[in-house]
């Protein structure tokens, strides 16, 4: 069986994700509603401008969209038992979770063009443009593929169960990466600490893209978020071969 | 070729051994039923085939395809549906075929062709723009056959297929089934209906607590409750079970409804205790039936069996 027919596959995962989770209203409603929210939390009442809030805000923006349905896909199709009839169809297990990180990589991407849009029209020149796609399409892929990592345990059939869990690291997670204070105006611990989340790289990377100022070189964001991508995929693929067995019984 | 077959398998949970050292093949050609009581480990077995629990022990191979090594070419060679398994409710039935055809490779003329066919053959074809939400359950049924035949399987698996169904969804199932088979699908299933499997099944294996302990064709494991006897009876007052469970030439008593029915080597000596006993303890006996062995008798022959077996190699 070759590669690329498994990677066929994964795209037909992919839209029957988009068909059956994203399609949903309330989810689409949350992924509009939600970039918007963040914008006037942030703007109203403060002494800021749009183009020093739009590296955090595009940040928040991705991250939330991209990771918002994908730790609850497993669990609703093995809630809704139409799990076991994916799972033993002839897709490898790495074809069927890039077919949904596939399908949350769109979800994040489309969304996020909205507040992107807001910005531009606002006036937010985005000066290093192949910089920031590059650094957008990135970040996106490699949250969507944290997304899929965070189903993997506990092996549940509650789709509630993991979005809490998951909450849990998604929301510290935004709060150590440098989205409210940019990194270098951050303490030595406080940077240590926003090394180790993905999302850090993007939002400098991002403040390259308007300021050509940043903490970290645009090519070391890059190569780091391809490296975070890289291991959350690796992470997920071996870590739910081994637990999948357990949401059946 | 055998279009199944299965050396030595074993599954166990932490401690427990829910499949154990269960060898057998399925023929090319043939309906192999899988009959047991709930909880014997048919489903685990169907998981070790179909991939998704990893086996202790031992080895299996569809059309050849080793499970372990080349799982994906096993899976390919078969159509599977799970014990209570469901379509995407949120789909129509035709997409939910297609989604299938493709995940299995199917191109796409040749699947259009195919979901038309099997819609109109499971009675289906009239709904197939209507989202699987509405679908009865024996509808959904219908339509997850449909589904594990959309990519023209040698190889038929299924998982309690007509349990709990209508009628009319449980018989066309079945002759679905038959008429697959008659034109050369391989089909294995599952069954804790032992009259789905003498009906269906050309050869039968009984399961019990993960141990297969006959396989033969229906009739022949008929026969081989050859000595045991049924005496189905009612009493005009209430007996005690066991009671009757001591006489010695009584092997089993099972309640059946208002009846009792005894299993017995000797009706001729059974029906003399039954007397002595009902006129010692003032009974009229108010019905009195001697019933062929069925495959269920049988069952129960064979798993007592092993159930005292084992007692007795523990005391
Ligand atoms: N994932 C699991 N974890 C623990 N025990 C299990 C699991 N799956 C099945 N079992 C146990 O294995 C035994 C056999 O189950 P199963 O194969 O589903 O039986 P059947 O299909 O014949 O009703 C049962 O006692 C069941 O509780
Ligand atoms: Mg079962």
């Known amino acids: ?249 | 070729m055998d279009a199944i077959q299965v050396k030595d398998l074993t599954k166990r949970f932490r401690s427990f051994t829910a499949v154990d050292h269960i060898s057998f093949s399925v023929v090319e050609g043939e309906i192999f039923g899988f009959l047991g009581p709930n909880g014997s480990g048919k489903s685990t077995t169907i998981r070790m085939l179909t991939g998704i629990v990893k086996p202790d022990e031992g080895t299996a191979a569809i059309m050849d395809h080793d499970i372990s090594r080349d799982p994906i070419r096993a899976r390919e060679s078969i159509g599977f549906v799970p014990e209570m398994a469901n379509a995407y409710v949120e789909l129509t039935a035709w997409r939910n075929l297609m989604l299938m055809g493709e995940l299995y490779g199917v191109p796409r003329r040749e699947r259009e062709e195919r979901a038309g066919d099997l819609l109109r053959r499971f009675g289906l074809y009239e709904r197939r723009d209507d989202q699987v939400r509405g679908f009865s359950k024996g509808m959904r049924q219908r339509l997850l056959l449909c589904m594990s035949l959309i990519n023209d399987p040698p190889v038929l698996i299924l998982d309690e297929p007509a349990s709990g169904l209508d009628v009319e969804s449980s018989r066309l199932i079945k002759d679905v089934i038959r008429d697959l088979n008659r034109a050369g699908t391989t089909v294995f299933l599952t069954t804790h209906n032992i009259e789905d499997a003498s009906q269906l099944c050309d050869r039968v294996a009984i399961i019990n607590q993960g141990r297969i302990i006959a396989v033969d064709r229906p009739e022949a494991l008929r026969r081989m409750g050859g000595g045991l006897h049924c005496i189905e009876l009612n009493f005009s007052g209430s007996v005690s079970e066991n009671e009757l469970s001591g006489f010695t030439c009584v092997r089993e008593v099972r309640r059946s409804g208002d009846k009792l029915r005894l299993y017995v080597d000797d009706i001729d000596m059974a029906i003399g205790c039954i007397a002595d006993y009902s006129r010692a303890h003032d009974l009229r006996i108010l019905t009195l039936n001697t019933l062929a062995p069925s495959l269920e008798d049988i069952f129960v022959r064979l798993t007592t069996g092993v159930e005292s077996d084992e007692l007795a190699g523990a005391a």
């Not at chain 1, 509009?32 to 109203?44: N, R, S, Y």
């Not at chain 1, 590296?55 to 038992?81: C, D």
């Not at chain 1, 909205?114 to 590059?134: C, R």
């Not at chain 1, 509650?158 to 989205?179: K, N, Y």
């Open chain 1, 1 to 249: 069986m070759s590669w690329l027919e498994q990677l066929k596959r994964s795209l037909v995962i992919a839209r029957k994700d988009v068909w059956i989770y994203y399609a949903k209203g309330p989810v689409m409603v949350f992924g509009l509603i939600f970039p918007l929210f963040l914008l006037m939390a942030f703007t109203i009442g403060r002494n800021m401008t749009v183009r020093d809030l739009f590296p955090g805000l595009m940040g928040m923006a991705i991250f939330f969209t991209s990771t918002a349905v994908g730790p609850a896909i497993l669990p609703w199709e093995a809630r809704s038992r139409t799990l076991e009839r994916l799972v033993t169809a002839p897709v490898e297990v790495w074809a069927l979770l890039l077919g949904d990180v596939f399908a949350s990589f769109v979800f994040g991407i489309l969304i996020s063009l909205i507040p992107l849009a807001v910005a531009v029209v606002m006036g937010v020149e985005v000066i290093h443009v192949v910089v920031f796609v590059l650094g957008m399409l990135l970040a996106t892929f490699c949250f969507a593929s944290l997304s899929i990592l965070l189903s993997v345990y506990p092996p549940t059939d509650v789709p509630a169960t993991v979005m809490m869990l998951s909450s849990l690291v998604r929301f510290p997670l935004v709060f150590i990466s440098g989205v409210f204070v940019p990194v270098d105006e951050l303490p030595g611990w406080g940077r240590a600490i926003s090394s180790v989340s993905p999302l850090t790289y993007f939002v400098d990377l991002a403040r390259y893209s308007i300021s050509g100022i940043s903490y970290y070189s645009a090519p070391v964001d890059l190569a780091v978020m391809t490296v975070f991508a890289a291991v959350f995929l690796l992470a997920a693929v071996k870590l739910h071969e081994r637990f999948l067995p357990q949401r059946f019984s």
